[in-house]
């Protein structure tokens, strides 16, 4: 279960990280403002 959990977090990291490439700064940027203003509420 470990190695499952750990795989799903790099593959995580691993897609994020593609995303921010691929996507100009203000589309994620946005995107991250809206979610931590979501939880903020």
Not at 5 to 25: F, G, S, T
Request: charged share 40%; proline share 2%; no cysteine.
């Amino acid at each position: 279960m470990e190695n499952k959990n750990k795989e799903d977090r790099e593959w995580m990291i691993r897609y994020w990280a593609k995303y921010i490439r691929n996507h100009p700064d203000k589309v994620w940027s946005r995107q991250q403002k809206e979610l931590i203003d979501s939880l903020v509420d």
